[in-house]
T-cell receptor, first 114, second 115 residues
Framework: DAKTTQPTSMDCAEGRAANLPCNHSTISGNEYVYWYRQIHSQGPQYIIHGLKNNETNEMASLIITEDRKSSTLILPHATLRDTAVYYCIVRVLNYGGATNKLIFGTGTLLAVQP | SAVISQKPSRDICQRGTSLTIQCQVDSQVTMMFWYRQQPGQSLTLIATANQGSEATYESGFVIDKFPISRPNLTFSTLTVSNMSPEDSSIYLC????????????FGPGTRLTVL
C-alpha cells in the first residue's frame, strides 16, 4: 500500500514555481522520499530523491521537513511541458536486496497553464 | 541510464487469447520490474524479475495468469494469459541499472485492449 498522501490535482501558471506537497507521516528512518512524474502516454520519469537533507538537481528541488513527515517538490520555473502526474514515493534504498520496488500512489496531476 | 524498448507498443486482442510482451534493455541490468496501469489509474507492480531466479509476484498477481521469463540480463517477457476485457491496460517494464542506483528507468509501455 502507498504510504504517501498527495493532493489530487494542482494548477500552476507558466513561469512560476510549482510546489507539490506530499505527506508521509509513517515514514521509517531508512526510507527515502522519491519523486517521479508521468507525462501523458509515457512511462514514469525519475525526478529526485532524498533522505533528510534538502536536495536540488537540474530538474527540481526537494524540501523535506525536519521530522521527515512531509516534503515538497519544487519546480522553480514551470513550463507547459511539466504538465504531468507527479508521484511521491517512500522507499527503502536496499543495496543489493530484492525489495527495491516502487509502490505508486495516486499522485498529483499538475496542470501548467499558459 | 538505460534505454528500454517494448514490443508491441499496442495491440487489440480477443478474449481468451494470450499476448506476450517483450522488454529489451540496452545494458545489462540485474533487476527488472513489470507494472500494470489500468485506464485512469496509477501503476501497480505485478512482479519483480531477476535473471536466474523465479519472478516474485505481488499480492493479487499469479504466475499462471502473468508468466514471466528472464533469460538474460537485457531481456524479459511478460505474458498476459487467457485475457478478458479487465486486462485492458498499459503494461510497463522498468529496470534498475545498478543495485545501489538512485532511480528506475521505465519503458514506453504496451497498450493492450481486450475485446
Amino acid at each position: 500500500d502507498a504510504k504517501t498522501t498527495q493532493p489530487t490535482s494542482m494548477d500552476c501558471a507558466e513561469g512560476r514555481a510549482a510546489n507539490l506537497p506530499c505527506n508521509h507521516s509513517t515514514i521509517s528512518g531508512n526510507e527515502y522520499v522519491y519523486w517521479y512524474r508521468q507525462i501523458h502516454s509515457q512511462g514514469p520519469q525519475y525526478i529526485i530523491h532524498g533522505l533528510k537533507n534538502n536536495e536540488t538537481n537540474e530538474m527540481a528541488s526537494l524540501i523535506i521537513t525536519e521530522d521527515r513527515k512531509s516534503s515538497t517538490l519544487i519546480l522553480p520555473h514551470a513550463t507547459l511541458r511539466d504538465t504531468a502526474v507527479y508521484y511521491c514515493i517512500v522507499r527503502v534504498l536496499n543495496y543489493g536486496g530484492a525489495t527495491n520496488k516502487l509502490i505508486f500512489g495516486t499522485g498529483t496531476l499538475l496542470a501548467v497553464q499558459p | 541510464s538505460a534505454v528500454i524498448s517494448q514490443k508491441p507498443s499496442r495491440d487489440i486482442c480477443q478474449r481468451g487469447t494470450s499476448l506476450t510482451i517483450q522488454c529489451q534493455v540496452d545494458s545489462q541490468v540485474t533487476m527488472m520490474f513489470w507494472y500494470r496501469q489500468q485506464p485512469g489509474q496509477s501503476l501497480t507492480l505485478i512482479a519483480t524479475a531477476n535473471q536466474g531466479s523465479e519472478a516474485t509476484y505481488e499480492s493479487g498477481f499469479v504466475i499462471d495468469k502473468f508468466p514471466i521469463s528472464r533469460p538474460n540480463l537485457t531481456f524479459s517477457t511478460l505474458t498476459v494469459s487467457n485475457m478478458s476485457p479487465e486486462d485492458s491496460s498499459i503494461y510497463l517494464c522498468s529496470v534498475e541499472p545498478r543495485l545501489a542506483d538512485n532511480e528506475q528507468f521505465f519503458g514506453p509501455g504496451t497498450r493492450l485492449t481486450v475485446l
